[in-house]
Every structure is written in C-alpha cells, then in structure tokens.
C-alpha cells in the first residue's frame, strides 16, 4: 500500500479498518500506534479495543510512553494517551507502568485567561485503572489524587478508591471529608464511595451532609442523589427527613429525585402520597421526580389516578408533559 502522509488520508484508512477483518487490521495498526499525532493513535488505539487485539499490548504501551513524553500539541487534552488506557483495560492488558505514569502526569496546555493542566482526566482514568488491574500499591498510589488540584480527577479518584472493596479506602475518603472539600461533584463521589464500602457506618455521615451539615454548595444534592443511587437500607427514612427539611428550591428536587433513584415500592408510595396530599408546587416536584419511572405503566397508571382525584390544571399539565410527551 502506498504512504498515506496527509492527516485526512491517514484518518480516512483508520475508518476503514474499523471495518475491516482482524487480521487486516492488527497488519496495519501498528504504524498509526507510531505516528506522531495523538488523536490518530487514539483512533489506532480504539480499533485495537474493538478487535480485541491483545497482541498489540506492546505497541500500544509504547505509544502511551512516546506521548507521556511528547509536547502537548502531540497530544492536546490527552485524548490519546486516555483511549489508549481503555484499549488496555478493555482488553484486560495489565499494565501497571502505563497506569503510575499516567496517574502522575500533568499536562499545562494554552488556554485563556491562563494556562491549564488537561491531564486531570487521564489522572482519573489511570486510578481506576489501577483499582481494577488490584495493583498492589494501588491504594497508596490514588490516594494522594484526593488532593489534586482538579476537582475531575479528585472526584474519580474518590470513585476508584469506592470500587477497591477496602476498608481502608473509606479511612482516607472520611479523612478527606473531615480534612474540607469545597466542590460538590467531588463530595458526591466521596458520599458514594463511602456509602458502597462500608454503608452501615457511614450513612449516618451522609445524611448529616443531607440535612445541611455541610456548608458546600450543593452538598445537599450530592448527598440526596448518592443516597438515591446507593439503595442501601435506612436510606429512604434518611431521605424523607430530608423532605421535611428541605421544602423548595433545587436541594428539595434534588432530595425527591433521591427517592425516585431508590426504585422500590416504599420510596414511589412516598412520592404518590406528597403528588396526593402535599401543597401544589411540592405535590409538582414530586410529580416529576416520578417521571423517571414514566415507563413503568403500573406506576403512571397510579401516578395518574392520583392527579385526576386532584383536580389541579398545573398538576394535570405537568403529568403530560412529564409522562406522556416522548
């Protein structure tokens, strides 16, 4: 086959190795893994994913090291060096000198009004990589990413250290917590982390966070949701606390929407009992809180009869366009 030396030439023949057989495309990749554009190694790098061409490990590890060490226009936002890691992890490839480089780097790139690091993401993505590989350093590798200064890459190293299984882990994440963290993203992944490895001990600890303890904002949301996303037991008695607590506003959509995220009968009689009996705008909320379920038609069938027993135009108007406008 002919040079491809454009961009667009090259782009163009990795299109069409995606469609391509196996074999004819584990021949090709490994000089688009070298070349010096970062996406296009990106793209090399996908292809080998959806082939699962696990033979390709070295090249692609080569290609993530020439990248690390490249400038970064080679590779801008890290693009590459991120499709490259989930090729590995995607293709159960462990390895473990791919993922500390990653975690450690740091990428300052032009941007106005100055310049920012746009390595926050791969520094996420290479914590969960080595969660997921059991690296047996990984817990005292992510842990310092609680204390990064991008809240993307602390709130994924929060998420990785919840999927460890450690108790250790929900140590450092408590400590973080009482140590003080000013964006709610972040809490929220902390919350959630707690709450998947070790819930009985720190549910207690969330739900002060939902009932306002924390003076963040957005605490309330972040707390409401992974107590919602969390389903584990007392979470719905903490949640309807949050209610009486939390009457409008985004914290009291943020708390309903919780319970809808519980996905239980308990939690949707809750939310059918305020739709019937609660004042109009908190009844409205409610209302929409349900709306996640819009598919269920037992529930909207009694989410329904309950509007109609009311009587209320806004109510009504809400309903269609909350569960029946596709």
Do not use: W
Request: charged share 25%.
């Amino acid at each position: 086959m002919a040079a491809l030396r454009s961009f667009d030439d090259k782009h163009a023949r990795l299109r069409e190795l995606s469609g391509e057989t196996p074999e004819r495309a584990r021949a090709e990749l490994p000089r688009f893994l070298g070349d010096k554009s970062g996406f296009l190694v990106g793209e090399a790098a996908d292809i080998a994913k959806q082939h699962e061409l696990r033979g390709l490990g070295p090249e692609l590890v080569a290609a993530f090291m020439r990248l690390i060490a490249a400038e970064p226009k080679a590779d801008p936002a890290c693009t590459g060096k991120c499709r490259i890691v989930e090729a590995l992890l995607a293709m159960d490839l462990n390895e473990p000198d791919v993922f500390l480089a990653g975690l450690k780097h740091v990428q300052i790139e032009g941007a106005y009004p100055l310049p920012v690091d746009t390595a926050g993401p791969l520094r996420g993505l290479c914590a969960h990589a080595l969660i997921q590989v059991h690296h047996r350093q990984a817990l005292l590798s992510v842990t310092p990413l609680l204390f990064d200064p991008d809240q993307v890459t602390r709130a994924e190293a929060a998420a990785a250290l919840g999927d460890s299984g450690q108790e250790g882990a929900a140590a450092v994440l408590h400590a973080k917590l009482l140590g003080g963290e000013g964006k709610a993203d972040v809490l929220g992944a902390i919350y959630k982390a707690l709450l998947r490895l070790f819930p009985e001990r720190y549910l207690p600890v969330v739900k002060e966070a939902l009932l306002g303890s924390v003076e963040v904002d957005g605490a309330v949301e972040a707390a409401a949701l992974a107590l919602g996303e969390s389903r584990v037991e007392g979470a719905l008695s903490a949640l309807r606390e949050g209610v009486s607590i939390h009457s409008r506003g985004r914290e009291a959509e943020a708390v309903l929407l919780g319970i809808a995220l519980l996905r239980t009968d308990a939690a949707n009689a809750c939310l059918l009992e305020r739709v019937e009996s609660a004042p109009e705008a908190a009844a409205g909320m409610a209302l929409s809180a349900l709306a996640l379920h819009r598919h269920d038609a037992g529930l909207v069938a009694r989410a329904r009869a309950v509007v109609l027993a009311r009587k209320s135009k806004k109510l009504a108007a809400l309903f269609a366009e909350r569960f029946e406008r596709e």
